[in-house]
């Protein structure tokens, strides 16, 4: 940007997770300055981790704490799904 002002990038999604169908109002974001390479939104309540940039599952069900694996047997059935990214 000008004057040494960083470029701000803004995403939208639908609003839901395509693995278990949670509102993403809580996702959490990681990004560039939380130290990652890319942009991510994980859901809250199945720890499905996508890319903000192409909508890719990056971490599909993980599984890796007992709310995660209730919602990887409810729903691992359904594969994974790109989020809708705009």
């Known amino acids: 940007g000008e004057d040494g002002e960083e470029e701000v990038k803004v995403f939208a999604t639908d609003g839901a997770c395509r693995a278990c169908k949670f509102p993403l109002t809580r996702g959490v974001w990681s990004g560039a300055q939380a130290g990652c390479d890319e942009q ?23 599984g890796d704490n007992p709310v995660h694996w209730l919602a990887k047997v409810a729903n691992e059935k359904n594969g994974p799904q790109r989020l809708a990214v705009l």
């Open 40 to 62: 991510t939104l994980t859901c809250p309540a199945c720890g499905t981790r996508y890319s903000l940039e192409s909508g890719e599952p990056l971490d599909f069900l993980p």
